[in-house]
């Protein structure tokens, strides 16, 4: 077999792979037999049926099958022995592949065309940009704290039912004569009290007690879908036909009460930071919520960043390629006509993807197996797994145990590890970003922030 690369442009090249008998001879031979051993013909036992009528009826597709094999193999092969930066993927030349007459014909050629990806380099030093410190209002450092207070608090079991408590009974769906319905929803279920939109219907709720029973239209009470499907137990592209009146019944009524502000709870909101007093705890709890706003000015930051760096690092590509490109392997069908009109949009994020790489490769970016299992195992899972006030080695040990067990697991699932290898990597790349470009921090509260962001996308 011969593959042959052949310049056709400054970042184009068609890549032709020569066939012969001999390249795929053996390999037909080999499937042709192996489909006798398992061939079920009539008149025939299995694994007896003649090779001439295997041949006969399988040999074409096989050998068809088997030469297109041969050819994305040895494509692929041919790129990475000769390192070839591809951008994007090799598309078969149709012009100049002509039709292939497998009966006839053994010897055949094939073309590709590829688009190699530009060099250039990313100079940091060049950039200028403004990094937010965007700190929250007290309103907001208020509604942070009381959160913290609740997570906190203690259960208690009310005797009537109060406008923030969770209810757990038993749900019926009603025909139009106010009868359970058969085949109805009829399930136990847990309601959140100030999670009912309608205050008509959360003033039923108000002050009955358990094994009262209330009649609603539940569809009407939680306007979120997602919620709804959990509540009445269906999909949630059925909750929308769902109107119809429920009968729930009250087997349990819970209320979390906020902690109180001592130091009780400021040791357990903050361990070991050693707070004694109100003050002390809210100056916590805003460097706490400021973390929060941190990263949404960090993804703002890296936002403004794309752009700029996007904007003034120059270099070609190869558009008709990438355009028709983007037409034959998109998922979404894209016509010709679309591309065309969208380019611009796509070409900024083939370009993106090209300084990133560049990015990557010059500041070693990369994001180990290591440390996603370590993310799992600090940040993710430990939550699950609450450290006991008096645990022993062995409970440490099987704690561990089991972290890393499941930590190893979740390495296997590809779209979670995904998910997580994007978050990491966008860590570190905004970190690079700090270290090398030029900025000016600016202080801004979170209105103005917000306006910021509103006005940067009517501009663009």
């Known amino acids: ?110 073309y590709f065309d590829i688009a190699l990806q ?42 009537t039912i109060g406008e923030s408590d969770m209810l757990y009974g038993h749900l019926e769906e009603l025909d139009e004569q106010g009868n359970k319905k058969e085949g109805g929803v009829d399930t136990n279920t847990t309601i959140f009290v100030d999670k009912i939109a309608l205050e008509t219907i959360k003033k039923k709720f108000i002050g009955k007690k358990k094994d009262d029973v209330i009649t609603f239209k539940i569809g009407k009470a939680i306007k979120d879908a997602s919620q709804l499907a959990s509540i009445i137990k269906l999909p949630i592209d059925k909750v929308k036909e769902f109107t119809a009146d429920t009968k729930f019944t009250v087997l349990s009524i819970q209320r979390m009460n906020k902690a109180e502000m001592n130091e009780d709870f400021f040791n357990k909101a903050y361990k070991d930071k050693g707070i004694k007093t109100e003050e002390e705890f809210r100056k916590n709890a805003k460097e706490d919520l400021s973390k929060t706003y941190a990263r949404e000015a960090d993804s703002y930051f890296l936002h403004k960043a794309m752009e700029s760096i996007t904007k003034n690092t120059k270099f070609d590509i ?96 590809r779209d979670q590890s995904k998910q997580v290898f994007d978050y990491l990597f966008e860590g570190k790349l905004i970190k690079c970003l700090k270290e090398n470009i030029k900025f000016d921090t600016k202080k801004i509260n979170i209105d103005e922030f917000t306006k910021e962001i509103k006005k940067d996308k009517e501009t663009k």
């Open 118 to 159: 530009p060099k250039f380099t990313v100079d940091l030093t060049k950039e200028k940009l403004t990094l937010y410190d965007v700190e929250p209002t007290e309103e907001m450092l208020d509604k942070f704290i009381e959160d913290v207070r609740y997570r906190f608090g203690k259960i208690e079991t009310p005797e």
């Open 318 to 413: 190869p558009v008709e390629f990438l355009k028709r490109w983007l037409v034959e392997t998109s998922e979404d069908k894209l016509d010709a006509k679309s591309v065309e009109e969208n380019f611009s949009k796509y070409e900024n994020g083939i370009r993106w993807q090209l300084i990133e790489g560049e990015l990557s490769k010059t500041y070693k970016l990369d994001v180990t197996n290591d440390e996603i299992k370590n993310y799992y195992k600090t940040e993710l899972f430990p939550s699950y797994f609450p450290v006991p006030e008096k645990e022993t080695k062995q409970e440490k040990d099987e704690r561990e145990k089991r972290l890393e067990d499941l930590a190893t697991n979740m390495l296997q699932n």
């Open 1 to 110: 077999m011969k593959v042959s690369k052949e310049m056709t442009g400054d970042l184009t090249a068609v890549i032709k792979i020569e066939v012969e008998e001999n390249d795929y001879k053996e390999r037909v031979e080999k499937e042709l037999r192996d489909y006798r051993k398992k061939a079920n013909i009539p008149g025939f036992r299995p694994g007896q049926v003649p090779l001439g009528m295997v041949k006969k009826m399988y040999e074409r597709p096989v050998r068809a099958e088997e030469i297109q094999k041969l050819m994305s193999d040895n494509l692929y092969k041919y790129i990475e022995d000769n390192q070839l930066r591809v951008l994007g993927s090799p598309l078969a030349d149709n012009e100049k592949t002509k039709q292939v007459d497998w009966d006839n014909e053994k010897e055949f050629a094939f």
